[in-house]
């Protein structure tokens, strides 16, 4: 007898307004690893292909302003599946870290609700270790591995009772393969670089072969998209497309400005939603967790520190709905590698919160480097450079070529230098988050109003640096990971003269 749960009702708070499905919906979760906003399609990036992305965009909802917990793959999953800021979560916080067994998981939450739940082989959780989780709750955190979609589909049960399913990948990651983008076809001329990076051949390759990443992320999509189809899933089928932060680049991923935590997503629900709209409300990855409990009819644990985003995606609006309820997003990061000079085993802790207009950050350790020490001799793990800085074409670039005249030695320090306490921007003229204000006295009433703003939403979501800007714990837990970026043979040849 199907265990399928009754009809849910979803009342609008926007509007009173209700949606009705037939039955407890699927959940498709697709989530990307290192793909950052606004790399789609779907969001005017013109040179790269994404039609799995921008077809759940057009027959669902395109959000605009979705940010993760930290820019940080470990601690950004931790914040998704717990359904709580990564400052909650203690050695959770940290990259290559783990997840202490007092925190659930969402997936197995609906498990225990009713829900068929598995995976695919490529990164959901982590990395880091996650042996205690397990042993506790007796299953990972995004429960059972299947070699594809379609060999989960191929379950009796999945044709019969809901399911959740995480398709995963480790597109666009790096490393990648130097050419591939522009081999195949894409137009490197046409790439989308953000301002903090000069404007050469060399990036604008690297750039692209991240976007051929993209696109074979989104070929998988397409065809989970496409098995759905076939199996008559699809109409009640909750989809939802994403990344964990933004692109392995200088000043992109292990930073919080939007280049880093800002993500793309969309969200398709066959008749239940209505198609073609666009949100510009605020949206945390934090958020995701008491959403799809929401839909599924499950309890959400009162612990859980995000907010259901329900009411924006069944409303019949496009716009921002809910400026009033979601003024703003915070967001922040601890440790992502120990990428400091020895002894010192910490990261470069940071927080930042997001308005229309305005983004402001609080540097906790200025005196450290936000990307990692350039003094490779003497780091904690052998042959390190910027360790918070994943290796590859722009970054070399970058550091080779940083006293070649302003625009580079600019971009140099805008990705690796050091930076000051406190920094602001107004986006209404500064929308790449270029100029820092903060010293700048006409802003001293907005700086105020945004210090305050930070401080009572960290309070509100229990962050130890709340109470004590100089917390240590977060660089106390142990690293389970490697190095992080490699020194170049053209970089210590470089060094060496």
């Known amino acids: 007898m199907s265990k399928r749960l009754p009809a849910l009702l979803v009342l609008l708070c926007l509007g009173c307004n209700s949606v009705q499905a037939e039955d407890s919906p699927n959940i498709l979760f697709c989530m990307a690893d290192d793909w950052g906003w606004p790399h789609a399609g779907a969001y005017g990036d013109e040179a790269i292909r994404t039609p799995a992305f921008d077809r759940i965009a057009r027959e669902g909802v395109l959000f605009h302003n979705v940010f993760v917990s930290s820019p940080s793959c470990t601690p950004s999953r931790n914040a998704l ?17 783990t997840l202490p067994i007092e925190h659930e998981s969402f997936v197995h939450l609906l498990r225990d609700h009713g829900y068929i739940t598995g995976q ?24 059972g591995t299947y070699s594809s979609f379609d060999q989960f589909l191929n379950r009796t049960e999945a044709k019969s009772e809901p399911f959740f399913f995480w398709l995963a990948t480790n597109d666009p990651h790096r490393g990648y393969q130097q050419g591939s983008g522009a081999k195949s076809g894409i137009d490197v001329s046409e790439v989308h670089l953000f301002g903090h990076y000069p404007d050469t051949t060399e990036i604008r390759s690297d750039v692209a072969d991240y976007y051929f990443e993209v696109q074979r992320w989104d070929e998988m999509v397409a065809k989970a998209v496409k098995s759905l189809e076939a199996n008559d899933l699809l109409e009640n ?5 994403t990344g964990d932060h933004g692109m392995p680049f200088p000043r992109c991923k ?17 008749r239940n939603i209505k198609s073609g709209r666009e949100i510009n409300d605020f ?30 995606l069944t409303a019949d609006k496009s716009g921002r709905l809910d400026a009033a309820g979601r003024p703003d997003v915070i967001f922040g990061k601890e440790r992502h590698v120990p990428s400091q000079e020895q002894p010192d085993m910490g990261g470069y802790p940071c927080r930042g919160v997001r308005s229309s207009d305005f983004l402001y950050i609080r540097n906790y350790r200025p005196d450290r480097w936000p990307a990692g020490t350039p003094n490779f001799d003497k780091t904690n793990y052998p042959n390190q450079w ?39 921007y107004d986006l209404r003229t500064d929308p790449e988050q270029l100029e820092n204000v903060a010293s700048d006295q006409r802003y001293a009433a907005q700086l105020e109003q945004l210090r305050r703003r930070l401080q009572s939403r960290l309070e509100e979501t229990h962050d130890p640096r709340a109470t004590d800007p100089e917390f240590p714990g977060f660089d106390d837990p142990p690293y389970f990971g490697g190095g992080g970026g490699k020194v170049p043979p053209e970089v210590r040849d470089a060094q060496d003269k």
């Open 120 to 143: 695919s082989p490529a990164k959901t959780w982590g990395p880091g270790k996650i042996n205690s989780w397990i042993a506790h709750h007796a299953d990972h955190p995004a429960t």
């Open 283 to 312: 949206v945390s990855l934090v958020d995701v967790a008491p959403a799809l409990l929401e839909i599924a009819g499950a309890s959400v644990p009162q612990s859980m520190t995000g907010r259901s985003f329900m009411n924006l």
């Open 254 to 270: 292990s930073n919080i400005y939007d280049s880093g935590v800002r993500v793309p997503f969309a969200v398709r629900w066959g």
């Open 386 to 424: 910027f360790a918070d800085c994943d290796g590859g074409p722009t970054k070399t670039y970058i550091f080779l070529n940083r006293d070649k005249d302003e625009v580079h030695r600019r971009s140099y320090e805008l990705c690796f230098g050091k930076r000051p306490a406190e920094e602001l």
């Open 81 to 97: 599946i717990t359904g709580k800021y990564h400052w909650q979560l203690g050695p959770g916080a940290n990259l290559h870290s």
């Open 237 to 241: 089928t909750i989809i939802i497309m």
